[in-house]
T-cell receptor, first 114, second 112 residues
Framework: DAGVIQSPRHEVTEMGQEVTLRCKPI?????LFWYRQTMMRGLELLIY????????DSGMPEDRFSAKMPNASFSTLKIQPSEPRDSAVYFC????????????FGPGTRLLVL | GNSVTQMEGPVTLSEEAFLTINCTYT??????LFWYVQYPGEGLQLLLK?????DKGSNKGFEATYRKETTSFHLEKGSVQVSDSAVYFC???????????FGKGMKLTVNP
């Protein structure tokens, strides 16, 4: 298997622009997680899905952030409008058995908002 | 609530040195404990885990023992290599719908 695939790997944008991050989980995994990693706050869970349904979005920082999972093989995390404080590395991870099981992380998207 | 406290580093060691990264936790009940590793430019990957007290997880020469009496899960390796240079995260999970709780991570650099 190719593992979790994320795109783009790097994104540089200007404040106010819309940013869309994409993730393809490992085939057969029914849980998908979006994390954000910064030096100040470490690794934070933003939202997770089970069978394409959002289960817990309490980690989403504010209404500017939204996530969707239209099918089992694709998810997006959108920031609109983006702000400099959103600069971080965003990871997608998938799992076959939720939090009990091993989470497989993608390589991350490094976002820089100018 | 559940929490994990780990050494933050950064730590620099010479090749073949002994490594210990401390991790202690606070949780109710019987959590599972994990060590994840993040190599430069990559996502996190599971290094080892333990699901109950006195379990020892091991992988790639790394070991950690789930100590309920000291609420600890310290990571050890007898002889580190340059390729072990990475950031190491301790994590706790209660299962079900509860989130994994990660420590802040510790950056390890191993010099030849």
């Amino acid at each position: 298997d190719a593992g979790v695939i994320q795109s783009p790997r790097h994104e540089v944008t200007e404040m106010g622009q819309e940013v869309t991050l994409r993730c393809k989980p490992i085939s057969g995994h029914d849980y998908l997680f979006w994390y954000r990693q910064t030096m100040m706050r470490g690794l934070e869970l933003l939202i997770y899905f089970n069978n394409n349904v959002p289960i817990d979005d309490s980690g989403m920082p504010e209404d500017r952030f939204s996530a969707k999972m239209p099918n089992a093989s694709f998810s997006t995390l959108k920031i609109q409008p983006s702000e400099p404080r959103d600069s971080a590395v965003y990871f997608c991870a998938s799992s076959a058995s939720g939090f009990w099981g091993t989470q497989y992380f993608g390589p991350g998207t490094r976002l820089l908002v100018l | 609530g559940n929490s994990v406290t780990q050494m933050e580093g950064p730590v620099t060691l010479s090749e073949e040195a002994f490594l210990t990264i401390n991790c202690t936790y606070t949780a109710t009940g019987y959590p599972s404990l994990f060590w994840y590793v993040q190599y430069p430019g990559e996502g996190l990957q599971l290094l080892l885990k333990a699901t109950k007290a006195d379990d020892k997880g091991s992988n790639k020469g790394f070991e950690a023992t789930y100590r309920k009496e000291t609420t600890s899960f310290h990571l050890e390796k007898g002889s580190v290599q340059v390729s072990d240079s990475a950031v190491y995260f301790c994590a706790l999970g209660r299962g079900g719908s509860e989130k994994l709780v990660f420590g802040k991570g510790m950056k390890l650099t191993v010099n030849p």
